[in-house]
């Protein structure tokens, strides 16, 4: 299996679609989400409590298990430059430890999830809470939207 920044690698890994779980991988949480098989949209789906890797990856191979997942996309956190960052090297280590679940990820630029998705939250005036609680979750769809909207234009 591969890790890739490389959509048309990425697309070559997944001749025949199937459903995407896209992760937004933070310190404390790991914001879940998936897609329709068709890849026409994603949802937010589930918020995992970061305790151990193995914990962690359990929580999330039972997801890819019951969902019948066939690809993952990571958020990588870039600079505002485009540039790597330590976060965006703590992103890449993070997939290559999801490596044995045999599915090919692709690691999807970040840059301004988090951002799109507390100044949606606002704007619909979701308490400091709440918009706590969903912000991870939503970032992760937002990850997942922008690689599908990508995979589905290269044909």
């Known amino acids: 299996m591969i890790v890739t920044?490389?959509?048309?690698?990425?697309?070559?890994a997944l001749p025949d679609g199937g459903r995407l779980m896209g992760l937004d991988v933070g310190t404390k949480t790991i914001g879940v989400a998936l897609c329709d098989a068709g890849w026409s949209f994603a949802s937010p789906a589930e918020l995992i409590r970061?305790?151990?890797f193995q914990k962690d990856k359990l929580a999330l191979a039972a997801i890819i298990a019951a969902q019948q997942v066939?690809?993952?996309?990571?958020g990588l956190p870039l600079n505002l430059d485009g540039s790597e960052s330590p976060?965006?090297?703590?992103?890449?280590?993070?997939?290559?430890?999801?490596?044995?679940?045999?599915?090919?990820?692709f690691l999807q630029d970040e840059r301004w999830s988090t951002v799109a998705v507390t100044?949606?939250?606002i704007?619909?005036?979701?308490?400091?809470?709440?918009?706590?609680?969903?912000?991870d979750?939503?970032?992760?769809?937002y990850i997942l939207q922008g690689a599908i909207d990508a995979l589905v234009a290269l044909g």
């Not at 992103?91 to 990820?105: K, T, V």
């Not at 704007?123 to 912000?135: C, G, K």
């Open 50 to 52: 970061r305790t151990k």
């Open 119 to 121: 100044r949606t939250l």
């Open 137 to 141: 979750k939503m970032a992760a769809a």
């Open 70 to 74: 066939k690809g993952l996309v990571i």
């Open 5 to 12: 920044t490389d959509r048309i690698a990425f697309r070559a």
């Open 87 to 105: 976060r965006s090297q703590s992103s890449r280590a993070f997939a290559r430890n999801l490596l044995d679940l045999e599915l090919p990820i």
């Open 123 to 135: 704007e619909q005036d979701a308490s400091r809470a709440r918009r706590a609680e969903l912000v």
